[in-house]
C-alpha cells in the first residue's frame, strides 16, 4: 500500500547557477527515516555510490548513544532524491503573513526569514509518495553519506532519535556519486595535540570516560584496551592484567594486556581490510572470543592454562587462520558478528576442554615455537576426531593413552 510523507525544512540553492541541484534541509526521526530511505551500493547496482553498511560501524553509533544520556550526536546525514520523486511546495508567504497577523515587533519577517540569503532560500514543505516493500535502490530517496550514522540510531530502542538531513533535489546518480566522493576525501582526523588543547580546560577524568566508552580515541590513550577492558559484550571484560584494574581483585586479573595487542596485531595482518577500521576489528574479536567464551565456559576466565597468553595468542592464530580460509572462499562476511560467531563454534566445537586440563608435558612458554606446538596439537585434534581416533593420538603437549 502506498504511503505518504511530507515535511517541513528550507530549500536552499547554494549557487546561483540555474542547473545547481538544490537542498532541502529537515530534520526527522531516525526510525521514521530508514522506512523510506534506500541505499544504491556499488556492488548490488549500476551507478551505486555507497560502500557496503558494516554492522560493526552502525552498532559503535549504537553503542556510543547508549554510553551515555547526553551523547548526541550533531552531525547530519546527507541524502539525494531521484530526479521528480519529491514536489516542493513554498509556504514562505503564509509564514510572512502569519508573523505579522500576530503583530510582531519585527520590521520586515520576510527578510528574518530568509537569514540573509535572499533569492537563494525558501521556506515550505516537500510531498512523496513510496511503496514500503519496495527494493533498495527503488526507494524514493538514497543516501549519500551517513549510512551507519542512520542506522546505528535508528537501532537505538529507547528514542526515535531526530536526526539533521541534508537532501540534494532532483539529483542525477552521476551527482549523488560526486558528493559521495568528495564527503569521503574531505574529511580530516583532529590532531591528538589539538584535541589534548581542546579538553586541557575540563574535567578530563570525566570527558575521558565518555570518550572511551564511545569509542573515540584521544592523544596516546589505549583506545581498544579500554574498551575491551570495560565493555559488557567485550568477553574479556574486567580480565585484563594492568594498572588501570586496580580497583579489580588480582585473582581475576589474567590476561596480560600484550596478549590482546598480540591477538589483535596477528587478526590486523590476516584481514589487512581491517586495517583502518578498529570498530570492525573490535567487534571481530569479541565475535571471535564470545564463541570461544560460550563454549568453554569451564575454562574461561580461570586460572588456567587456558587462559595463558600463549594458549590465547595460539588459539586466536588458529582460528583466524580458518576464518580467513572462509572469507576468501565467500564463506563468510567479517563484518556480520552472528556469522562470524557461528563459524568459530563450528571450528572450535570437536576440541574438547580436556585439552587444557591435562598436565602438559612441555614447559608452557609465550615463544613461536611454543605456540605452533599448541596450533599442531589443535589441528592434530581435528584430524583424530574426523579418523575416529582417540583425541590424545599423536601429541605433543598430552600424553597418549595406550
Known sequence: MTEHKCYFGSLISQRTDKNVTRFFVFNAGAKDLKEWLGIRRIKDVPKGAQRILRKARASAVTKFIEASSINTIPNSILIAFDQDKAKFTSLSKEISEGIIQTKSSLENPVNILLNGCENQLDWGIIKFSFEPNEQEDAKP??????????????DFDKENLPITVVSLIDATPQEQAFQFIVVNNKAVRVSAENVKSIIADFNEDELEKRLVLARVKYGDKPL???????????PFQNLLNWSYNREITEETQLVPITAIEQTMRYIRKSFTVLENDEDSLIEFFCATWRAVKGNYPELFGKNNQFMTKANISAFNEYITDRLL????????????????????????????QE????????????????REIIKNDLKTIITNAKLSKNWKNGLELVETEE
Not at 224 to 234: G, H
Not at 355 to 370: A, G, S, Y
Open 325 to 352: 580460509y572462509f572469507w576468501e572462499m565467500d564463506l563468510l562476511d567479517i563484518f556480520e558478528s552472528d556469522e562470524i560467531e557461528q563459524k568459530v563454534l563450528d571450528i572450535i566445537k570437536r576440541l574438547p
Open 355 to 370: 585439552f587444557w586440563l591435562e598436565n602438559w608435558k612441555l614447559r608452557i612458554q609465550d615463544t613461536p615455537n611454543f
Open 224 to 234: 581498544i584496551l579500554r574498551s575491551l577492558n570495560d565493555s559488557p559484550s567485550s
Open 141 to 154: 530517496a538514497l543516501i549519500v553519506d551517513g549510512q551507519h550514522r542512520l542506522y546505528g540510531m535508528s
